[in-house]
Antibody
């Protein structure tokens, strides 16, 4: 069974940093691209960042480019999101999502975690 | 960026009736080299993460009931629920994965 478990969320002051983690199991993690998607309270879905299977291709939403860094450790079956210079508008539930294609670009997201809540407030 | 616009924003349908949700992209998401539309549909129930229903615009994800279907090509797409069940109450999102940044529609809230 595919499982994605996010952690690392919490309350943080504006301008500070936070690192999210996603622990994956139930599939060959190193074969798939992975993504972070966020959802502000009561709002819709926003893709944040994606990384391909070997970290050779990475993308970011314009809203986080230059502040957030996605990375992965295939040996640890883990995905990360380093979030710096956090702003109030970054407050959201952050989901880790698995891409559905094996080692061939990016596509739709076939499994999602339950999310970890990040609140940016003074 | 490719802008995804769904209509309507909310929809109320009687049990057993058909529900139709539309999604329009600001540019084509049809990749000519493989003739695939890079468009997916997701269902999100309250307090839950999104669930993939449809990919490549019209392929049903494994385990998804066959009352859900997707159609369309290029810039105009439709999600149809042929006979609405109580458990289908949710917010539905379309998403393009043709080009980053990947973008979602604003969501359509489906009620009984």
């Amino acid at each position: 069974e595919v499982q994605l478990v996010e952690s690392g969320g919490g309350l943080v002051q504006p301008g500070r940093s936070l690192r999210l983690s996603c622990a994956a199991s139930g599939f060959t993690f190193g074969d798939y691209a992975m993504h972070w998607v966020r959802q502000a309270p009561g709002k819709g879905l926003e893709w944040v960042s994606g990384i391909n299977w070997n970290s050779g291709s990475i993308g970011y939403a314009d809203s986080v480019k230059g502040r957030f860094t996605i990375s992965r450790d295939n040996a640890k079956n883990s995905l990360y999101l380093q979030m710096n210079s956090l702003r109030a508008e970054d407050t959201a539930l952050y989901y880790c999502a698995k891409d559905s294609l094996t080692r061939s670009g990016w596509s739709d997201f076939d499994y999602w975690g339950q999310g970890t809540l990040v609140t940016v407030s003074s | 960026d490719i802008v995804m616009t769904q209509s309507p924003d909310s929809l109320a349908v009687s049990l057993g009736e058909r529900a139709t949700i539309n999604c329009k992209s600001s540019q084509s998401v049809l990749y000519s080299s493989n003739n695939k539309n890079y468009l997916g549909w997701y269902q999100q129930k309250p307090g839950q993460p999104p669930k993939l229903l449809i990919f490549w615009a019209s392929t049903r994800q494994s385990g998804v009931p066959d009352r859900f279907s997707g159609s369309g090509s290029g810039t105009d797409f439709t999600l149809t629920i042929s006979s609405l069940q109580a458990e289908d109450v949710a917010v539905y999102y379309c998403q393009q994965y043709y080009r980053t940044p990947y973008t979602f529609g604003q969501g359509t809230k489906l009620e009984i």
